[in-house]
């Protein structure tokens, strides 16, 4: 019998999933991606098209039925599959629900095929809403739009099938993730990735209000590893911060961009810091963020031809997706 690892990551073909898959493969495991392409892209895996140990699945959460022959016979499920976009659900908050809660239970159902090792779930450091810093995983849970709310329901939802059904299960609440492949294609999605975009184009680079607000990045390679090393070390039904144990103004994150800026309303209400206290994840699981901010910086601007279809986001355009945040927060 091969020792070989087998582990199935939703979410596959995104920012963070795609990471992960790279890591998974290096580390000897055999992978089984899924993803729906709908926000992702099977660009980000092609590296691995030819290889045995890869299988790629185009299918969507919602439509994995509970006896899906890809979660037989798993060692670890990692379940990136998730839409993430705060303003967007406050506008329409169905298919978030949909997504989020649905779509994991679905996930969860089919994974009980398999006697796993290890069910880890990406969780968001945005179910903590604004938040005391540095921020801890037993501080308080506020969720400030339907989107947050679905992700800590579905954290909810694991740890009630893990206890339910003897599923080991960790959950990973990640900051500000950066990096390679960090775009979205259904809305503006993170900061860095519109800015990397504007770059790019040689147009300024949008700044809410006027910077100062604090964000922790954390760059995606140190984010995939974490899904690995939680899967490995995790102590069954914890939850994790995953960040860069600092935080860092929006100011001094694009000044190391090099590029002219534009700075745009502020969006009331929204946390002027978030930094997350990760020495639980440290200690506990012996695990670092290997990759400084400057750098970070750097390897995604080695690679910053790859934005060139992402889309675009300028200053009147964001403008008006934040509508719906003031319409909320005022």
Known sequence: ???????????????LGSHLVDQLIKEGHDVIGI???INGSWKNLEQWTNN?????VHMDILDIQSDDDNFKNLDYVFHLAALECPITSLEKPEIFFTT?????????????????QKFVYASSAAIYGDASTPTLETDSI????????????AEDIVFHWGDLFNIPTNSLRIFTAFGPRDFSKLYPGSAVGIWLKQK??????????????????V???DVANAFYIAALEGKDGEVYNIGSGHATTLNEFTDLLKAKKSYIKDKVDEPQKTWGDISKFQFGCNWQPRIPLTSGIEFS??????????????????NNFFKAWFEVYS
Not at 206 to 211: A, D, E, F, R
Not at 301 to 318: F, G, I, Q
Request: net charge negative.
């Open 1 to 15: 019998m091969s020792d070989t690892k087998r582990s199935l990551v939703t979410g596959a073909a995104g920012f």
């Open 100 to 116: 989020n809660i649905h779509g994991t239970v679905k996930v969860l159902q089919a994974s009980k095929q398999s006697n796993l």
């Open 301 to 318: 601007l080695d690679v910053l031809s790859d934005w060139k279809d992402a889309p675009d986001w300028d200053e009147e355009s964001l």
């Open 219 to 221: 760059y995606c390679t």
């Open 52 to 56: 045995p140990r890869f299988k790629k």
């Open 35 to 37: 993803d729906n392409e």
């Open 142 to 153: 506020n969720p400030m739009t339907p989107s947050c709310l679905t992700k800590s329901q």
């Open 200 to 217: 790019l184009q040689g147009t300024p680079l949008t700044v809410i209000g006027n910077g100062d607000h604090a964000r922790d990045f």
